[in-house]
Nanobody, 115 residues
Framework: QVQLVESGGGLVQPGGSLRLSCAAS????????MGWYRQAPGKQRELVAF???????HYADSVKGRFTISRDNAENTVYLQMNSLKPEDTAVYYC?????????WGQGTQVTVSS
């Protein structure tokens, strides 16, 4: 199974921006769908956005218009550009395949949005 490492999180003020990266240990060219998930304390993990091999993207209503997912198959990396961040976006963010592969979850990267 592919191993994934997330990075790019941090502490930002409301309205700020962050760019998250997901580096894969191997090629993601053959993986049809990659997604970004997030999990806040005490809540279920939720799917935020996903991107299909051909480039089509979909977003949860809560982040639509603010987040952008992209993938660089040549570099085996998936990105999540997050703009106009809100306190409600605070969570640990993970990337994974869709459907998620249990053995591919990384440590995630913490995003905290606070004034």
């Amino acid at each position: 199974q592919v191993q994934l490492v997330e990075s790019g999180g941090g502490l930002v003020q409301p309205g700020g921006s962050l760019r998250l990266s997901c580096a894969a240990s191997g090629s993601i060219f053959s993986i049809n769908v990659m997604g970004w998930y997030r999990q806040a304390p005490g809540k279920q993990r939720e799917l935020v956005a996903f991107i299909i091999r051909g480039g089509s993207t979909h977003y949860a209503d809560s982040v639509k218009g603010r987040f952008t997912i992209s993938r660089d198959n040549a570099e085996n990396t998936v990105y999540l550009q997050m703009n106009s961040l809100k306190p409600e976006d605070t969570a640990v963010y993970y990337c994974n395949t869709i459907p998620a592969a249990a053995g591919s979850w990384g440590q995630g990267t913490q995003v905290t949005v606070s004034s």
